[in-house]
């Protein structure tokens, strides 16, 4: 594909208003800085405001199309969609770049998050209940029960000890 001006604000223009990536030849990006060079070394030459004017709005809107590309490809690595279908090769990388960047943070986080589970499982005590308890406020402001009389429950050491030291309930 030639790379002109109207191709240019055509491409902006679908890019705007279509949440999907527009398919662009691999090529794209130096085809559109050749055109932009050219275009630069036509404003410089000529002296006139035009060409120059004429340079900046391409310019503009080359990094109008890189920026909403940008954002629907960090979009495409979170949401997990490996495609490179009407990326460019600089896109096709920065799409992997993310979405291995994107897996490493998930299961860092998954991790964090299963470590706390281990350590929340640490600090739980089993006791058996001997006699009803109704629903009580604890010491860290969660409310507990109610609990039957016979019932097994999990509890936070310091709420199990409350209630063996109440002789409500003992040792599993």
Same mark, same amino acid.
């Given at each position: 594909?030639?790379?002109?001006?109207? !191709? &240019?604000?055509? @491409?902006q223009k679908k890019e705007m208003e279509s949440t999907k990536i527009v398919t662009l030849d691999g090529d794209f990006y130096v085809k559109a800085s050749e055109f932009l060079e050219k275009k630069k070394n036509d404003a410089l030459s000529s002296g006139s405001i035009l060409p120059i004017r004429e340079y900046e709005n391409i310019k503009k809107i080359i990094h109008s199309i890189k920026e909403r590309?940008?954002?629907?490809? !960090? &979009?495409?690595? @979170?949401?997990?969609?490996?495609?490179?279908k009407g990326l460019t090769p600089e896109e096709g990388d920065l799409l992997a770049e993310l979405s291995a960047s994107v897996g490493r943070f998930r299961k860092r986080v998954t991790e964090m998050f299963s470590e706390e589970e281990k350590t929340v499982k640490k600090d739980i005590r089993r006791v058996k209940l001997l006699k009803d308890v109704d629903p009580?406020?604890?010491?860290?402001?969660?409310?507990?029960?109610?609990?039957?009389?016979?019932?097994e429950i999990e509890l936070p050491?310091?709420?199990?000890?409350?209630?063996?030291?109440a002789k409500l309930a003992e040792n599993v």
């Amino acid at each position: 594909m030639e790379i002109n001006y109207s !191709v &240019l604000r055509e @491409i902006q223009k679908k890019e705007m208003e279509s949440t999907k990536i527009v398919t662009l030849d691999g090529d794209f990006y130096v085809k559109a800085s050749e055109f932009l060079e050219k275009k630069k070394n036509d404003a410089l030459s000529s002296g006139s405001i035009l060409p120059i004017r004429e340079y900046e709005n391409i310019k503009k809107i080359i990094h109008s199309i890189k920026e909403r590309r940008e954002e629907k490809i !960090v &979009l495409m690595a @979170i949401r997990g969609e490996g495609t490179n279908k009407g990326l460019t090769p600089e896109e096709g990388d920065l799409l992997a770049e993310l979405s291995a960047s994107v897996g490493r943070f998930r299961k860092r986080v998954t991790e964090m998050f299963s470590e706390e589970e281990k350590t929340v499982k640490k600090d739980i005590r089993r006791v058996k209940l001997l006699k009803d308890v109704d629903p009580y406020k604890g010491l860290d402001d969660n409310v507990y029960g109610p609990f039957r009389n016979g019932e097994e429950i999990e509890l936070p050491p310091a709420e199990a000890e409350w209630l063996l030291k109440a002789k409500l309930a003992e040792n599993v």
